[in-house]
């Protein structure tokens, strides 16, 4: 079955070839780490992260939706450049920017939920509301190593993310049932962005 809703053959892509650049990156970052928890941590959420672009994958094959040439040599060169990168920047900005990528992140597996549902499709909630929760445990394990720092004020004006400052409305203490989680994420970028397409 092809799905007749570019905005979600384009969100499938974005996520499939966003989770190798964020995979990449931790592979850098959890190396640049002394803290073997830590290590240990990021190394978790690297492992998280090529688990959702398997999945992922799963649903192009399914729907017949190829995979973007472009995202692909695209992100690769990003992950590599920010793993890269994480050796060199300090503590702080690795920890920082991974959270700020999760917080947008969380939004695309709800968003991409919801292009689903406007297809009668409902049969991949469960794996989405589990990558969606767990691209939020991802930003707040991130945002914990790091909300107490002294430059975390300064990144926080400049950047808009930080603690009570997330891209999305997900609060894990609270989290909604699955089946009321398709309502996460009204009039964020993801669907803005496909709106019109
Ligand atoms: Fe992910
Ligand atoms: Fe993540």
Known sequence: MKLDHPALVKLLQKAYSGEKAAAFAYIGHARSLRDPAAKVAVRQIEADEWKHRENVLGLMRRYDVPVSRWLEVKLHIIGRVISASCHVIGRFMPFFFAGKLESGNVCEYFVMMRHFHSLGIR????????????????????????????????????????????????????????????????????????KGK
């Open 123 to 194: 049969e991949h909630d469960a794996m989405l509301y589990e990558m969606g929760m767990k691209e939020k445990e991802h930003e707040v394990y991130f945002l914990g190593q790091i909300k107490a720092s002294r430059l975390m004020p300064i990144f926080q004006r400049i950047f808009s993310w930080g603690p009570g400052n997330a891209a999305n409305d997900v609060d894990l203490e609270n989290r909604q049932p699955m089946e009321d989680s398709a309502g996460y994420c009204k009039g964020d970028k993801e669907e803005r962005d496909g």
